[in-house]
């Protein structure tokens, strides 16, 4: 068999030019025909085509409604062949009032609940447009878009809807393309109506203009956007940013002196069966002990009941810590990221966005006129026709009579076109009387004269600017801020100041032992247990105790590991006491480093970090603390040694004692040890046999002590440590007679 096929259709490509090609082409596709919108009607193809199959199907908002999965079907199969789940949830979405500002589909059957249960199958279902959707294809009967082709070039379809409905601002988008997404939130037409007719007005009108109509996002679950004033012009200005967003409540009074919060609205597409479990799962693992309670007391409309642990609660303080802690308070992003009119992708601030609506607008106005100037041309040539026959009906009747070719006689004879003629001899009897002449008469003086008003029109775009004004005051009386649609949900409240609720506050504070293994289990033990004895609790066979310090539930545990990285865990979720506990490297990523520390953190505490090569430096117990499982890298030890001990400095400390394996002793100023954030740090003393055996902060003027080991506990001072002191960086010299073998202070 040969190596190669000699076949022209086989093209010998590198693999990476055929995949970035064939993979460019799939970018391409899911940005431009699937995830972003277009920023003329707002939709992305899959809504634009549902809508365009319900209008086929003649599902007015005043007929009847049909089952879903009757155009389902048809969408699928004329228009977006991409499967029936995906046409459906798209279908459910646009109806779902908690989902839209303005639903473009009125649903008839269980389309789902903001509780986040699913829609019935499309089978049980039925739907029908609302006038919103009517709005937005206006006008498809009068040319006023281009149409194409579908993907079996079978049908046509409308390649953007005439969208007198502000759809992109009034109910927003979001989606994910190949590097890019679009995130929009739903606006109030009777602003976004407003802010058009002032950009119409005034062409240049700025940001901040347009601003005092359009305060800000109107969701349809209602709610409170709280973001400062800068960020909300901020993003607006320039198409990216996000809005804070939080849920409505109110304080109840009730007998006795006692009350409760009443939530009345949440934050948009926050799930309430979600919501609600969250916060009972608060209650239950004692995260918020000041709430005692939360039910669901909610019908048609949300509300949310949460009890106070006691009347002494600040409802504030309540609300500040549910906020941080749930989903009744979240961030919407804001990414105007859209298909322009050439379908490029862009992100636009709102002025572009508001500008591009108008010369679409305005572009559509002045293709239906040219589509009525058209009709009316086509009917006055008819008419013309008719009038030349009235003038001479005996004529006409004697030539229709007599003639073998009529219609070649009277074109002839009267100047007629083919058309002209071929209306006079499709006429009845009954139109030949005198009434009927004079309305033919009257008909042509009044399309004469709207043809004039057209013509002028088209000819004129201060008078197309001026129509389109009155085009969005007539929008604005459909959705005003007096009608049930129209009336703004959303609040635009002021950022509350930040209110720091401490810890103390989500955590009940209860005494808590934590022991460490030799072998890294960790477990806490209920109560502050006696750590003189040594013999706090059992271990597994060949394990022993390494770590044991007393703590509270409030506290932070910071675990040190020997490559000095820091981790972080909370006391209050350290596992139990039955048992042996379990495994740090469980809870964080410790990548098989040995546990040089554990303990509690200590707001405002200092702590000596040294290498075993004799590097260290002091830092702030703050820096210490790590957000994630990965922990935070604050000393990075040179090839080939470790982090070998972390020690705490009092406050009255100001000399460093080091010990090296070589038992030479060296005293240091403090003052000399820097102060980083993370590093190596420098040289604090030098070892010619091996390296760093221990280290201890101490006061001078107390002299320097160490134990003197045994079962009495003694210890020894040494009140004169003159001749040990040396500069940062010495080797030192032998320490006093009778210090301990071990090399250990302590």
């Known amino acids: 068999m040969p190596d190669t096929i000699d076949d022209p259709r086989i093209l010998d490509t590198p693999f990476a030019d055929a995949l970035s090609e064939r993979y460019l082409v799939y970018a391409l596709s899911t940005i431009t025909a699937r995830s972003l919108p277009d920023v003329r009607d707002g939709l992305k193809p899959v809504h634009r085509r549902i809508l365009w199959g319900m209008r086929l199907l003649k599902l007015d908002p005043a007929t009847g409604y049909k089952k879903?999965?009757?155009?389902?079907?048809?969408?699928?199969?004329?228009?977006?062949?991409?499967?029936?789940?995906?046409?459906?949830?798209?279908?459910?979405?646009?109806?779902?009032?908690?989902?839209?500002?303005?639903?473009?589909?009125?649903?008839?059957?269980?389309?789902?609940?903001?509780?986040?249960?699913?829609?019935?199958?499309?089978?049980?279902?039925?739907?029908?447009?609302?006038?919103?959707?009517?709005?937005?294809?206006?006008?498809?009967?009068?040319?006023?878009?281009?149409?194409?082709?579908?993907?079996?070039?079978?049908?046509?379809?409308?390649?953007?809807?005439?969208?007198?409905?502000?759809?992109?601002?009034?109910?927003?988008?979001?989606?994910?393309?190949?590097?890019?997404a679009t995130s929009i939130p739903p606006h109030n037409v009777a602003e976004i109506a407003d802010a058009a007719i002032l950009l119409l007005d005034d062409p240049m009108a700025s940001i901040d203009a347009l601003m005092q109509h359009i305060t800000g996002p109107d969701f349809p679950t209602g709610g409170v956007v709280v973001e400062i004033a800068s960020a909300v012009r901020a993003a607006y200005a320039t198409g990216r940013g996000s809005f804070r967003l939080r849920a409505r409540w109110t304080e109840e009074k009730l007998a006795n002196g006692m009350w409760q919060i009443a939530v009345t609205e949440i934050p948009y597409q926050v799930q309430k069966g979600k919501l609600i479990?969250?916060?009972?799962?608060?209650?239950?693992?004692?995260?918020?002990?000041?709430?005692?309670?939360?039910?669901?007391?909610?019908?048609?409309?949300?509300?949310?009941?949460?009890?106070?642990?006691?009347?002494?609660?600040?409802?504030?303080?309540?609300?500040?810590?549910?906020?941080?802690?749930?989903?009744?308070?979240?961030?919407?992003?804001?990414?105007?990221?859209?298909?322009?009119?050439?379908?490029?992708?862009?992100?636009?601030?709102?002025?572009?966005?508001?500008?591009?609506?108008?010369?679409?607008?305005?572009?559509?106005?002045?293709?239906?006129?040219?589509?009525?100037?058209?009709?009316?041309?086509?009917?006055?040539?008819?008419?013309?026709?008719?009038?030349?026959?009235?003038?001479?009906?005996?004529?006409?009747?004697?030539?229709?009579?007599?003639?073998?070719?009529?219609?070649?006689?009277?074109?002839?004879?009267?100047?007629?076109?083919?058309?002209?003629?071929?209306?006079i001899l499709n006429l009845r009897l009954r139109a030949l009387r005198r009434l009927e002449e004079i309305e033919i008469t009257k008909e042509h003086r009044a399309l004469s004269a709207e043809a004039k008003k057209l013509r002028a029109l088209l000819d004129s775009p201060a008078a197309q600017r001026r129509r389109l004004r009155d085009d969005l005051g007539k929008l604005r009386l459909r959705y005003g801020p007096d009608t049930p649609l129209g009336t703004r949900r959303t609040e635009i409240g002021t950022a509350p100041t930040v209110t720091m609720i401490p810890l103390e506050a989500m955590i009940d504070r209860e005494p808590l032992t934590v022991i460490v293994s030799a072998k890294g289990w960790l477990r806490s033990l209920k109560g502050h247990a006696d750590l003189s004895t040594g013999d706090t609790t059992k271990f597994k066979e060949g394990d022993g105790p390494s770590f044991a310090f007393h703590a509270q539930t409030t506290d932070r545990i910071v675990i040190v590991a020997a490559t000095g990285r820091f981790y972080t865990l909370s006391a209050d979720r350290l596992p139990g006491?039955?048992?042996?506990?379990?495994?740090?490297?469980?809870?964080?990523?410790?990548?098989?480093?040995?546990?040089?520390?554990?303990?509690?953190?200590?707001?405002?505490?200092?702590?000596?970090?040294?290498?075993?090569?004799?590097?260290?430096?002091?830092?702030?117990?703050?820096?210490?603390?790590?957000?994630?499982?990965?922990?935070?890298?604050?000393?990075?030890?040179?090839?080939?040694?470790?982090?070998?001990?972390?020690?705490?400095?009092?406050?009255?400390?100001?000399?460093?004692?080091?010990?090296?394996?070589?038992?030479?002793?060296?005293?240091?100023?403090?003052?000399?040890?820097?102060?980083?954030?993370?590093?190596?740090?420098?040289?604090?003393?030098?070892?010619?046999?091996?390296?760093?055996?221990?280290a201890l902060p101490f006061r001078r003027a107390d002299g320097l002590s160490w134990a003197m080991g045994g079962a009495t506990g003694r210890t020894r001072t040494e009140a004169d440590v003159g001749p040990w002191v040396g500069p940062r960086g010495g080797t030192g010299r032998m320490p006093p007679q009778g210090f301990p073998r071990d090399n250990r202070f302590s």
């Open 68 to 180: 879903c999965a009757r155009i389902v079907g048809d969408v699928m199969g004329k228009y977006h062949p991409h499967g029936d789940a995906s046409i459906y949830d798209a279908l459910v979405r646009l109806s779902q009032s908690f989902a839209l500002r303005y639903p473009l589909i009125d649903g008839q059957g269980n389309f789902g609940n903001i509780d986040g249960d699913n829609a019935a199958a499309m089978r049980y279902t039925e739907a029908r447009l609302t006038a919103a959707a009517a709005d937005l294809m206006d006008g498809l009967d009068e040319d006023s878009v281009a149409f194409r082709k579908t993907y079996n070039d079978e049908e046509e379809e409308p390649e953007v809807f005439p969208a007198a409905f502000p759809n992109l601002l009034a109910n927003g988008a979001s989606g994910i393309a190949v590097g890019m």
């Open 277 to 423: 479990e969250d916060i009972a799962t608060l209650i239950n693992d004692k995260k918020l002990p000041i709430l005692a309670d939360v039910r669901d007391e909610s019908d048609t409309a949300i509300r949310l009941v949460l009890e106070p642990r006691a009347r002494t609660v600040d409802a504030a303080v309540l609300m500040e810590s549910l906020f941080r802690l749930t989903d009744l308070e979240t961030r919407f992003p804001l990414n105007l990221n859209v298909l322009d009119r050439d379908h490029v992708p862009r992100v636009m601030p709102l002025t572009e966005v508001l500008q591009a609506y108008i010369d679409h607008q305005i572009e559509v106005a002045a293709r239906r006129t040219g589509f009525r100037l058209g009709k009316i041309d086509d009917r006055l040539e008819l008419l013309d026709g008719y009038l030349k026959a009235y003038l001479s009906i005996d004529e006409v009747i004697r030539i229709i009579r007599e003639e073998d070719e009529p219609k070649a006689e009277l074109i002839a004879r009267f100047g007629l076109n083919d058309r002209q003629a071929e209306a």
């Open 577 to 694: 006491g039955r048992g042996f506990g379990e495994p740090v490297r469980l809870m964080i990523d410790l990548d098989g480093a040995a546990i040089v520390s554990v303990f509690a953190h200590r707001p405002a505490a200092r702590y000596l970090l040294a290498a075993s090569d004799g590097r260290g430096f002091v830092v702030e117990g703050d820096e210490l603390l790590a957000e994630t499982r990965k922990g935070r890298q604050v000393m990075t030890p040179r090839a080939g040694a470790m982090l070998k001990l972390i020690k705490p400095l009092a406050d009255n400390d100001d000399f460093l004692a080091l010990l090296g394996d070589n038992r030479k002793l060296l005293l240091i100023p403090l003052a000399e040890v820097p102060v980083m954030v993370r590093g190596q740090g420098v040289a604090l003393q030098k070892h010619k046999d091996g390296g760093l055996a221990d």
